[in-house]
């Protein structure tokens, strides 16, 4: 949503115009501008993952979630996803970014691949490492990926020939082109706040039951 406030620049105003009137114009100007920024999901992050080089600099953080159900889905499971791409730079603000499953199908695709990352088997010390376990050709340099879904499941790792970080470069590679400023909004909104509930009513019902 933009506004737009006709006036006259404070440099150039008119004689007419006070100084304070000047200053009010202004000062309401920015505070639309403000409003006029797209709000964030209100639903949180359920996965995150993060990519950090040993030093921490240039760490790329990926937060996923749900907008909501999909719009004339007729399937309960029918949701819409966001991902938000956080880039930290050596100097610098950190840069924000974002993209949907309905905008960039392959946010999708991506999901359905992280349901397939293994977690590591637990090494304990005393025992020799095993294959799959999170001391497996860990090194004391090199880039860090890490995956937080707490509180069920948190774990990093070093390695990069195992699943996770093959996973999170392989979705930075293909969510490349989808990232854009504007954050996407809930579908409940979209769908005058009934999404969820049309999502419910759709649900086919069974034999036997109410």
């Known amino acids: 949503m933009k506004y737009l406030l006709a006036t006259a620049p404070c ?17 309401f100007f920015v505070i639309l501008s403000a409003n006029s920024v797209a709000a964030e999901p209100t639903r949180r992050p359920w996965a995150t993952v993060t990519k950090a080089p040993n030093n921490n600099r240039y760490v790329t953080t990926l937060d996923f979630g749900t907008l909501g159900p999909a719009r004339n889905s007729n399937r309960i499971d029918g949701v819409v996803y966001y991902a938000k791409r956080t880039y930290k730079p050596l100097t610098g603000a950190p840069q924000v970014q974002w993209t949907d499953s309905v905008s960039c ?13 293994p977690p590591p088997k637990i090494d304990v010390p005393g025992y020799p490492s095993q294959k799959g376990g999170f001391w497996e050709n860990v090194t004391l340099d090199g880039t860090g990926y890490g995956l937080d879904m707490a509180p069920h499941l948190t774990f990093s790792t070093n390695d990069e020939n195992s699943a996770l970080p093959k996973w999170t ?14 954050a996407p909004a809930d579908t409940d909104a979209v769908n005058g706040g009934n999404g969820l509930k049309a999502a419910i009513g759709a649900r086919p019902r069974y034999p036997n039951t109410p």
């Open 169 to 182: 470069e392989r979705t930075l590679r293909d969510l490349d082109s989808c990232w854009h400023d504007e």
């Open 11 to 27: 440099g150039n105003r008119p004689s007419t115009l006070p100084n304070r009137h000047c200053a009010m114009m202004l000062a």
């Open 105 to 117: 199908p392959a946010l999708q695709t991506a999901l359905g691949g992280l349901r397939s990352v």
